[in-house]
């Protein structure tokens, strides 16, 4: 008998520029995963944002410029390949700051042209969306919990390109009221990771915060009103001492995962209900850099079990912002032929549900 073909391996290079990491990577495999990751640089600009409290757009462009050049040659060299060896080049080409998106998208456009290469110019979310089949191989349909600094939605990933919305923040991102709280603790930017080590030895029920939305239909979600109470009681106790600080971080990180699983359990109900007929079984998905945090990942964790969900989590390094999630949705785009034309325009504003499938029927918005 003769043998069946292998499944063909593609090999991306993927750019990420749209917020404040300039990161590049190398990513070979095949849908549905996992990929193996050849080379995955990053360089956070933390250093250069902190003195602000936040990411300064017209900075982070400038850094894009200065930084993305070494760093796509280092992931090139670390992989051990050339621009020639790469199946196509991806970059992020929104939503995002603007100037940064502009930054890795023309580099990429400049890169593909010189090598002959396709070019394929992706949705951010979209990338973040696929990585737990970067990392796990997970089968569509999933639910997925996108959680980032700029995003907080709940959607069923049904196929590349395909995303149906469940529910979105009616105002703050998960991750901006992470930050914006840690800015009230007087902790450093970024503030994610930092509440999580404050609120290791806090005590997580001193202080009485509000858990929005939480048993409301739908699966929409709202974070400024936790953010709200938690000014009132750091203006009540101020000066905070050191254990004021913790319990506080600790409070809001248990009210931010009460409101999380509250929301990710409305959402499983209608994923059940409208993929009971798929055999895929139900998969639960977290991505986006607040799928880092380690309380967060433990309650996912017990709510998929009780749920019967499976669930992935990509490893803390691909949930905040990387090139490598970049090089694999390319590769899903590319194995689908789903590539764009150089005069593709970066958005500063792109909704992950209903992507346009081809770079013609895209409408900027910067
Ligand atoms: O996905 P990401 O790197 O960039 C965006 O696309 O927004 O997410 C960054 C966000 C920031 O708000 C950061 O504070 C948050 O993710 N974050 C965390 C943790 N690590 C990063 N939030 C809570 N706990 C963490 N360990
Ligand atoms: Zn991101």
């Not at 499944?7 to 095949?30: F, I, M, N, Q, Y």
């Not at 939503?95 to 990429?108: C, F």
């Not at 194995?335 to 346009?356: E, H, K, T």
Request: with cysteine; hydrophobic share 50%.
């Amino acid at each position: 008998m003769p043998s069946k073909p292998l499944p063909k391996s593609w090999t991306v290079l993927g750019l990420e520029t749209s917020c404040d990491e300039t990161a590049a990577a190398v990513v070979r495999g095949a849908p549905p995963g996992p990929g193996e990751l050849l080379s995955n640089v990053m360089f956070s600009q933390v250093a250069e944002h902190s003195p602000y409290g936040g990411v300064v757009p017209e900075i982070a462009a400038r850094a894009h410029v200065e930084l993305l050049d070494g760093i796509v040659e280092r992931a090139l060299d670390e992989a051990g390949l050339t621009l020639a060896d790469m199946d196509a080049v991806a970059a992020t080409a929104g939503p995002g700051l603007i100037g940064g998106v502009m930054v890795g998208l023309v580099t990429a456009k400049a890169l593909a042209l010189a090598a002959g290469k396709p070019l394929i110019a992706l949705n951010h979310l979209e990338a973040h969306a696929l990585s737990a089949r970067l990392s796990a191989g997970t089968p569509f349909p999933f639910l997925l919990l996108l959680i980032s600094g700029g995003h907080c939605q709940l959607m069923a990933a049904e196929a590349v390109g395909r995303y149906r919305l469940y529910g979105a923040t009616i105002d703050d991102a998960v991750g901006e009221a992470f930050d914006k709280t840690a800015k009230l603790l007087a902790l450093p930017y970024p503030g994610g990771p930092q509440i999580e080590v404050l609120a290791l030895g806090g005590n997580a029920k001193r202080f009485a915060l509000p858990r929005p939305m939480l048993g409301r239909e739908g699966a929409d979600f709202s974070f400024s009103g936790l953010k709200t109470a938690v000014r009132s009681i750091a203006l009540e106790h101020a000066p905070l001492s050191d254990k004021d600080r913790s319990d506080l971080a600790a409070g809001f990180q248990a009210a931010v995962l009460d409101v999380l699983l509250d929301r990710v359990h409305a959402a499983m109900q209608r994923f059940r209900t409208e993929f009971s007929n798929t055999n895929a079984g139900c998969n639960l998905v977290a991505a986006g850099g607040v799928a880092a945090n380690k309380i967060i990942r433990h309650g996912l964790e017990r709510l998929a079990v009780r749920e019967e969900f499976s669930l992935s989590i990509p490893p803390p390094f691909l949930c905040t912002d990387n090139g490598a999630m970049i090089a694999w949705a390319g590769l899903e785009r590319l194995s689908l032929g789903l590539i764009d034309g150089l005069d593709v325009p970066p958005l500063a504003r792109w909704p992950l549900q209903n992507l346009a499938k081809s770079a013609s029927s895209r409408v900027a918005v910067a």
